[in-house]
């Protein structure tokens, strides 16, 4: 099982950036973008398990996608602000309940994360 996350670089604030990340060697139920700043804890973003869940500080700017047929999740990024600047990571699983969706210790499949920066 690989998960292989792109699409990171530098945007200036106000920016667009759109993640993706390809799964590979099997399909999972639940696929979610977590995040993690420099000299912060890591935090979740989105997931895409039937519906979308978002934290609260991208709703309305971040939409989580999926391609099943590909087996890609995607992380569209509107209006970016310099508090989004961090390493994003696209995580995996077919057995986190939702009431730990959240938790990054619920997953066990990770790719390897893409540098965000919001910067002018």
């Known amino acids: 099982v690989q998960l292989q996350a792109s699409g990171g670089g530098l945007v200036q604030p106000g920016g667009s950036l759109k993640l993706s990340c390809a799964a590979s060697?099997?399909?999972?139920?639940?696929m979610t973008w977590f995040r993690q700043a420099p000299g912060k804890e890591r935090e979740f973003v989105a997931a895409?398990?039937?519906?979308?869940y978002y934290q609260d500080s991208v709703k309305g700017r971040f939409t989580i996608s999926r391609d099943n047929a590909k087996n890609m999740v995607y992380l569209q990024m509107n209006s970016l602000k310099a508090e989004d600047t961090a390493v994003y990571y696209c995580a995996a699983s077919n057995s986190v309940i939702l009431s730990t969706i959240r938790e990054g210790t619920a997953y066990g499949n990770w790719g390897q994360g893409t540098l965000v920066t919001v910067s002018s």
């Open positions: 060697g099997r399909t999972f139920t639940t």
């Open positions: 895409f398990r039937w519906r979308e």
